[in-house]
Nanobody, 110 residues
Framework: QLQVVESGGGLVQPGGSLRLSCAASRSIFATMDWYRQAPGKLREFVATITNTGSTNYGDSVKGRFTISRDSAKRMFTLQMNSLKPEDTAVYYC??????WGQGTQVTVSS
């Protein structure tokens, strides 16, 4: 099976930056997604990276967030810049066809 663990969340001021990590228990040869969920809202698509390295982003984060991976395909990152209060959410990663990680809280506030 496969396990993923998110980390790197925390409190950051509006306009600031934060980098999230998703560590996998083995190499992932599948599409990897980041989603987020704020209280009272549905889980929202954030970013995708395919096995070949192609990326896609949700409209609300495009131009501000960047998804990437290491060469071993075991560590995935989400670089978040120009953060806004509406980015506040629990951020989750998953490989398609497998379970979500436990999530990491991101709070954007002064």
């Amino acid at each position: 099976q496969l396990q993923v663990v998110e980390s790197g969340g925390g409190l950051v001021q509006p306009g600031g930056s934060l980098r999230l990590s998703c560590a996998a228990s083995r190499s992932i040869f599948a599409t990897m997604d980041w989603y987020r969920q704020a209280p009272g809202k549905l889980r929202e698509f954030v970013a995708t990276i395919t096995n070949t390295g192609s990326t896609n982003y949700g409209d609300s984060v495009k131009g501000r967030f960047t998804i990437s991976r290491d060469s071993a395909k075991r560590m995935f990152t989400l670089q978040m810049n120009s953060l806004k209060p509406e980015d506040t959410a629990v951020y989750y990663c998953r490989a398609r066809g497998y379970d979500w990680g436990q999530g990491t809280q991101v709070t954007v506030s002064s």
